[in-house]
Each structure stands twice: as C-alpha cells, then as structure tokens.
C-alpha cells in the first residue's frame, strides 16, 4: 500500500516515492523498521515523527523515544494531522514556540 501511494502521490510533477532516500516497510515490527531508519540515515529515535492508523503500533514510542501520531482511517494524514504530530514532536524535545 505504502509503495502505490508513494507512487500515486506526485510533488512538482515527480512521485513522492522518489524524493526519499531510505524506505523501509514490509514483514517486521515497527520496531525492527525504526532500528533500520536510524541505521540508515543516523537520525536520532527522538527527531523522528511516525504517522500510523494503527495503535498496537505505538510501542515505537515507548521503547525508541519516537513520537507517534495516532492517524484516523478516515482523515489520513492531512494538514492538521501533520501539524498536529509536529507540535507534539515540538512539546517533546521542549520546542515549543
């Protein structure tokens, strides 16, 4: 699902799949896939945000420091969602505005 939509989904003219540099989805926990991004990229668990409409996904930000978005299926991740997983984001690492 993930990898259609990436292709689906196109920003200035390019699918969104080919503006990142590391994908990682598939069998496995999120934990698993959160412990190759970080590998990967070397981001730190605490500036990384997940959006997931699954909550026994959760677990990402209890063990890793991640901060996880609970999505609503029938919203997605829209304007306000996003916006609402960077405040939280901001609230955790003490950025607030």
Same mark, same amino acid.
């Given at each position: 699902m993930a990898e259609k939509m990436l292709k689906l989904i196109h920003i200035n003219g390019?699918?969104? =799949?080919t503006f990142l540099l590391h994908k990682t989805w598939g069998i =496995?926990? /999120?934990?698993s896939h959160f412990n190759e991004i970080q590998k990967l990229t070397g981001v730190d668990y605490k500036d990384m945000v997940f959006f997931?409409? +699954?909550a026994r996904n959760r677990d990402v930000e209890q *063990?890793? =420091?991640v901060t996880f978005v609970l999505v609503q299926e029938e919203t997605g991740v829209n304007?306000?969602?996003? $916006? *609402? =997983? !960077?405040e939280l984001w901001? /609230? /955790? $690492? $003490? !950025? +607030?505005k």
């Open positions: 390019r699918p969104a =799949g =496995g926990t /999120k934990i997931d409409d +699954e *063990r890793l =420091g304007w306000d969602v996003f $916006n *609402r =997983g !960077l901001r /609230k /955790k $690492n $003490n !950025l +607030e």
